[in-house]
Nanobody, 119 residues
Framework: QVRLVESGGGLVQAGGSLRLSCAAS????????MGWYRQAPGKQRELVATITSGGGTNYADPVKGRFTISKDNAKNTVYLQMNSLKPEDTAVYYC?????????????WGQGTQVTVSS
């Protein structure tokens, strides 16, 4: 089985920073795209940032220039460095990964980590 475990969320004042981590574990042969999504109360889940197996990155417009996605292939871990946080960044942040294993190729999600930015 495959698990994605997120950490690093919390409460921060506007203008502050947080770093989220997401570690994949289990019967993994390879990981393709990884990414972060977020869901605010009453809103749909939305893309924040993605990173390909080759290291190419993509960001949603609201976070460009403030957030940075990166990964450590040896640790099967993806990170999201969030700087200059705004109250509108408040949401549950979810990690996503497209993982290849023995007999499967599928998208997996973490359990989510709460990020709250106070004004």
């Amino acid at each position: 089985q495959v698990r994605l475990v997120e950490s690093g969320g919390g409460l921060v004042q506007a203008g502050g920073s947080l770093r989220l981590s997401c570690a994949a574990s289990g019967s993994i042969l390879g990981i393709n795209d990884m990414g972060w999504y977020r869901q605010a109360p009453g809103k749909q889940r939305e893309l924040v940032a993605t990173i390909t197996s080759g290291g190419g990155t993509n960001y949603a417009d609201p976070v460009k220039g403030r957030f940075t996605i990166s990964k450590d292939n040896a640790k099967n871990t993806v990170y999201l460095q969030m700087n200059s946080l705004k109250p509108e960044d408040t949401a549950v942040y979810y990690c996503n990964a497209h993982i290849v294993g023995v007999g499967f190729r599928d998208d997996f999600w973490g359990q989510g980590t709460q990020v709250t930015v106070s004004s």
